[in-house]
C-alpha cells in the first residue's frame, strides 16, 4: 500500500500548493532551464555598428536596470543585435525604444550571426554563428523594431544630374512613417546622397522620391520630375543655316518635363543644311541624351525678302529691282519695279529664281547679273551678263 505524503502548504501563501498527480509531490512552480525573456530597450548610444546597437533598460533575468553613458566604466548599457533586415549603421536614433528578447535557438541564447553576408545568409547552406560585441562579448539580447528609420522619403534635388549620377538632395520627408534619416530632421538645407536611375535625368529643384537599400546602406532615387526631353518657344535671335546655336526664348515643356531655368540654347547641328528663321520664329528642340544639349529639329515662319529681277531704267537713269517675300515657300507676291536707295549703283547684284523647301531651309536658284554704264547719263548702252552660282 502506498502512503501519500501529507500536503503542506505554500509557504507565506497560506493556500495548499499545486497538487502534482503523477509523483504525489507538489507541482513546481518554475521548470528549470533557459528561458525567453522580454524587455524594454531603449537606444542610448549613436548607431554606428551594423549587427548591433548599444540601448539601456531592465534585464529581466537579474531585475536589474542597465543605464548607459558614453566613457563610464560602470554605465555600459546592453549590445542588442539588430533583426537580420535592419543590420546596416545608421538605421537606429538615440531614444527609439523598443521591445527585445532573449531568443532561443540551436546556439543557446543568441540571436547569431551570418558568417559571410550581411543581414540575413545568402542561402540555406551559409553558417549562422554566434554574434560578439567588439569588444568581444556575447550578445544575447535581439531588438524586435516595430518603428525604425524611414525606408521611402520625398526631396528635391540640389543640381542637375545626368543617368546614374550621384546628387544630394534635400528638404528630406519621410513617406513611410519612419524616423527621418536626418541627424535634424527640421532642417530643410540638410542633405543626403543618393543616386539616379540610369536611364534620367533631372535639373536642380527636381522634385524626387528616394528609396534605402537597407543592406548597402544607400540612398537611390525611385521616382523624379526629369527634364524636359521636348522643348518649344521662340528663336532669341536670328538664325541661318550655318549658325552654330541660338537662344530659345520662353521655352516651354512638350513632354510634361522640367524646363532648365535661366538661358536655354538651341544647336544647329546640321550645319550644312540646318534650320534657319528670323528672331521670332517658332521653334522646336530635342534633348540629345549623347551630346547633352538640345538641338534643333523645326524652325517654323520663315521668313525672308529677296531680290528676283533687276535692271537699269535708261530712261530715270537709275538702278531698279523687283522683289519677293518668302513666307515658308516660293508663294509670295512678286513687288513691282522699285528704284534703288539713292546713291546706290551696285556693280553686281545676285538674283533669286527660285526657292525650295522653305519650311526648314532656304535653298536658292541664283544668277549674277552684272551691269556697267557707258559714258555720260544721257547714255542708254547698257551690257547684261548672265551667269550660274556655284
Known amino acids: 500500500m502506498t502512503i501519500r505524503k501529507r500536503r503542506n ?3 507565506g501563501f497560506g493556500i495548499p500548493p499545486p497538487y502534482q498527480p503523477m509523483t504525489g509531490e507538489r507541482a513546481q512552480l518554475m521548470a528549470p532551464g533557459q528561458h525567453p525573456h522580454c524587455a524594454m530597450m531603449q537606444v542610448a548610444a549613436e548607431d554606428t555598428h551594423d549587427n548591433y546597437v ?86 544575447n539580447w535581439l531588438l524586435l523594431d516595430s518603428e525604425c528609420q524611414a525606408k521611402r522619403c520625398s526631396a528635391i534635388l540640389t543640381a542637375d544630374a545626368g543617368p546614374g549620377a550621384a546628387v544630394d538632395v534635400d528638404n528630406v520627408v519621410p513617406l513611410d512613417g519612419g524616423q527621418s534619416p536626418l541627424d535634424d530632421p527640421d532642417d530643410t538645407a540638410e542633405t543626403i546622397s543618393a543616386t539616379m536611375p540610369p536611364a534620367a535625368r533631372a535639373l536642380d529643384n527636381a522634385v524626387c522620391e528616394i528609396e534605402l537599400n537597407v543592406t548597402a546602406g544607400t540612398w537611390k532615387i525611385t521616382q523624379v520630375h526629369e527634364q524636359a526631353k521636348a522643348i518649344c518657344g521662340t528663336l532669341g535671335g536670328a538664325l541661318s543655316t550655318t549658325t552654330a546655336s541660338q537662344t530659345i526664348s520662353s521655352p516651354v515643356s512638350m513632354d510634361g518635363g522640367q524646363v532648365p531655368s535661366g538661358t536655354v540654347t538651341g544647336y ?103 551691269v556697267f554704264e557707258a559714258g555720260s547719263e544721257t547714255t542708254d548702252d547698257i551690257v547684261t551678263i548672265d551667269a550660274e552660282c556655284p
Not at 566613457?71 to 538605421?91: C, D, M, W
Not at 543644311?273 to 534643333?296: D, H, V
Open 54 to 139: 548599444i540601448c539601456r533598460g531592465l534585464d529581466t533575468r537579474t531585475k536589474r536596470f542597465y543605464d548607459y553613458e558614453e566613457g563610464s566604466e560602470t554605465k555600459i548599457g546592453f549590445a542588442v543585435a539588430k533583426p537580420y533586415g535592419k543590420r546596416s549603421a545608421g538605421v537606429y536614433q538615440i531614444g527609439q525604444i523598443f521591445p527585445a528578447l532573449l531568443p532561443l535557438s540551436r546556439l543557446g541564447q543568441s540571436p547569431g550571426v551570418a558568417a559571410t553576408t550581411q543581414g540575413h545568409p545568402a542561402d540555406l547552406d551559409e553558417e549562422v554563428g554566434i554574434l560578439y560585441s567588439d569588444e568581444g562579448k556575447v550578445i
Open 268 to 370: 544647329n547641328i546640321k550645319i550644312t543644311k540646318g534650320m534657319s528663321g528670323p528672331s521670332g520664329a517658332r521653334c522646336i528642340a530635342l534633348w540629345n541624351e549623347t551630346t547633352n544639349q538640345y538641338e534643333f529639329v523645326y524652325v517654323e515662319g520663315i521668313v525672308q525678302s529677296v531680290v528676283t529681277d533687276w535692271k537699269y531704267d535708261a530712261t530715270t537713269h537709275k538702278y531698279q529691282v523687283k522683289t519677293r517675300s518668302l513666307v515658308g515657300s516660293w508663294d509670295g507676291d512678286e513687288s513691282d519695279w522699285t528704284d534703288c536707295a539713292s546713291g546706290s549703283q551696285p556693280v553686281a547684284q545676285s538674283v533669286v529664281t527660285d526657292v525650295e523647301d522653305a519650311t526648314t531651309k532656304l535653298t536658292h536658284d541664283k544668277r549674277d547679273v552684272y
Open 9 to 11: 502548504p505554500t509557504p
